[in-house]
């Protein structure tokens, strides 16, 4: 796994706490928020995609993903972290009646880029505050956040990832929001077998 990706998910772990949810899914569900739904955690990290949902998405978009986002929708189905700041798409799934899985789904990749919502030569994979996030198909690596007068370029999706998770944790420290203090195995340790 790659150490950017392990450092930004050991910050997501970092605000673990006793109220916290591994779904029958995977889904991993971090830091509960009492002032909002149920379902209201900080960070919601979603089961991984299988090599067929990649293809489905590939297919539907007609591009070829890019290599780490690619490694990262094997690993996690996308992610919700500090209460939706930061958005990183995958594929929502249907229940076997064609319905789709009720409550803990991700922002769906091919909806967000279908139709009037393309991008000429871009997918959207995210997004970032009111930043859209997104690469380009040609299964380069680079990121772009983009916002009406800014365009900035990472080098690579798991550069992008942790700098963007690293900038968000400093800014909730900043506003003293407190982490717990609890000493607990990290969470994305079961999924290393992928």
Request: aromatic letters at 12%; a positive charge; charged letters at 25%.
């Amino acid at each position: 796994m790659d150490q950017r990706l392990i450092s930004a998910l050991s910050i997501l772990n970092s605000y673990k706490t006793t109220e916290d949810v591994i779904m029958k899914d995977g889904s991993m569900l971090i830091h509960r928020i009492k002032s909002t739904s149920p379902l209201g955690y900080l960070h919601k990290i979603y089961s991984p995609l299988t090599i067929k949902h990649l293809e489905k998405i590939e297919t539907l978009l007609k591009i070829s993903l890019p290599r780490e986002y690619r490694d990262f929708l094997l690993r996690f189905n996308g992610l919700d972290a500090f209460n939706g700041e930061l958005s990183i798409f995958g594929l929502r799934l249907r229940e076997s009646g064609g319905y789709f899985k009720s409550t803990l789904q991700p922002n769906d990749i091919i909806i967000q880029n279908l139709g009037r919502n393309q991008k000429d030569g871009y997918i959207q994979i995210g997004t970032f505050k009111e930043y859209d996030v997104l690469m380009a198909k040609d299964g380069s690596d680079k990121v772009y956040v983009i916002n009406k007068n800014k365009i900035l370029e990472y080098h690579s999706f798991y550069e992008w990832l942790y700098e963007t998770i690293s900038f968000l944790d400093d800014e909730h420290q900043k506003n003293t929001f407190k982490k717990p203090q609890l000493k607990a195995p990290l969470l994305f340790n079961i999924y290393r077998l992928f």
